[in-house]
């Protein structure tokens, strides 16, 4: 990720929501993809100032700001009429019931603080425009409980995933120890509630990019063919194992288990890499960025940034995050969706891709009828 400075040129953090060093007020503009310092005045009227200190345009502050989610985002000018949560916040359907364990609250706003972050790296990819919030209104997401993390509901296994824009994820998977506990079950290398957002939007992403025939082709081409009957791949998957040679073609096992889940995996290794070589880059550890260099350029680097984060990290005595090696057919993997990506968001503002607006006053209500129903 970018860094942040308020306009007294001190440097904020992403969440924060007052500048430690001036005692400016914060909010995040989804359109601007950037934090802005200034005064919040009766809870959601956002007065920006200028580094000069001059007063000028204002913002309307996210609903959230106020709740256990501590949202620091604006809304959109789009939006500002109708709505009172911001781009992110409103696409939550269900929230674990904030009355039923101590534990919900902490996980309410562990989730909505990842999905920020996804959602930060996919304006920056220009894979979501902020000016056009109608674009999005298919995305939902339900964060549920099951028996493991609530013994009151019946409901025995939540499994994270997504069905035509409605993504669903356990959220126990906001607990540490929840997290740790399906890592070594699942024999995985890595883990991460952020990690599960990213695997989740690719397959959102896979059907706004592969919306026709002749789009699926260029899939099929690197991928494999996705019309391989899903359930029975994955039940093939869990019972016999992964395919013994999964590392030569495969960023994970489980990508080895079905052409959609190749993608969403390979999907969510290319945010990890865009986020953290960002990072790397806003800090002066690489010369390189994506999509300001070349993939080749980025790539290359990314090998060498990755040797010194997991090298920092054995220094610590902590475990290395990077336990991945990419082969060459992973490579054109990525590379595809790089493409994929700067292609799409060429063609964001095309008419083909607008969808009807719908009435905001409505869709709000159905979210808050949601969120009653899943207390
Ligand atoms: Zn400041
Ligand atoms: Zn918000
Ligand atoms: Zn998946």
């Given amino acids: 990720m970018k860094r942040f400075y308020c306009s007294c040129s ?16 914060l909010v995040y503009d989804p359109v601007l993809g950037t934090i802005l310092s200034g005064e919040l005045i009766n809870t959601d009227c956002f007065i ?9 345009r204002q ?7 106020h709740t256990t989610v501590a949202c620091n985002w604006a809304l959109v000018p789009e939006d500002q009429e109708n709505d009172c949560e911001c781009i992110s916040c409103r696409s939550t359907r269900s929230i674990p019931d904030q009355e039923g364990t101590d534990k919900n609250p902490t996980r309410w706003y562990k989730l909505e603080r990842s999905k920020r972050q996804l959602m930060q790296t996919l304006i920056d990819l220009k894979a979501i425009d902020a000016t056009q919030p109608e674009l999005y209104e298919d995305l939902e997401f339900d964060f549920l409980e099951d028996k493991r993390s609530n013994p009151d509901l019946e409901l025995e296994h939540v499994l994270s995933g997504h069905y035509d824009g409605l993504i669903t994820i356990n959220a126990a998977e906001a607990d540490e120890g929840f997290l740790h506990t399906m890592k070594e079950q699942m024999q995985e290398r890595y883990r991460t509630l952020l990690g599960h957002f990213r695997h989740e939007i690719g397959h959102y ?9 002749e789009m699926r082709k260029k899939f099929r081409k690197v991928f494999g063919d996705e019309r391989e009957d899903y359930s029975k791949a994955l039940k093939r998957y869990y019972k016999s194992g992964n395919q013994s040679h999964w590392r030569s073609r495969f960023i994970t ?3 080895s288990s079905h052409p959609h889940e190749d993608w969403a995996e390979t999907w969510a290794h290319y945010m990890h890499i865009v986020d953290t070589l960002q990072t790397a880059h806003s800090y002066g550890l690489s010369d390189y960025e994506p999509h300001k260099n070349s993939f080749d350029q980025w790539f290359v680097e990314w090998g060498r940034v990755t040797q010194v984060m997991n090298a920092l990290n054995r220094s610590m005595g ?9 082969s060459d057919i992973v490579e054109g993997k990525l590379r595809f969706i790089d493409e994929m990506i700067c292609l799409y968001a060429l063609n ?4 083909s891709q607008r969808k009807p607006k719908k009435v905001s006053v409505k869709s709000k209500k159905t979210t808050k009828e949601n969120r009653n129903k899943s207390k």
Avoid at 12 to 20: A, E, I, L, Q
């Fill in 10 to 25: 001190k440097e904020v953090g992403f969440h924060d929501h007052v500048c430690k060093n001036c005692g400016r007020d």
């Fill in 48 to 56: 920006v100032h200028t580094p000069d200190g001059q007063k000028n």
């Fill in 59 to 65: 913002l309307i502050a996210c609903d959230n700001r």
């Fill in 205 to 213: 992403f896979w059907l706004k990019f592969f919306h026709n025939e």
């Fill in 253 to 255: 096992p489980y990508a």
């Fill in 318 to 326: 902590v475990a290395e995050p990077y336990p991945f090696k990419v």
């Fill in 348 to 351: 964001i503002k095309s008419p």
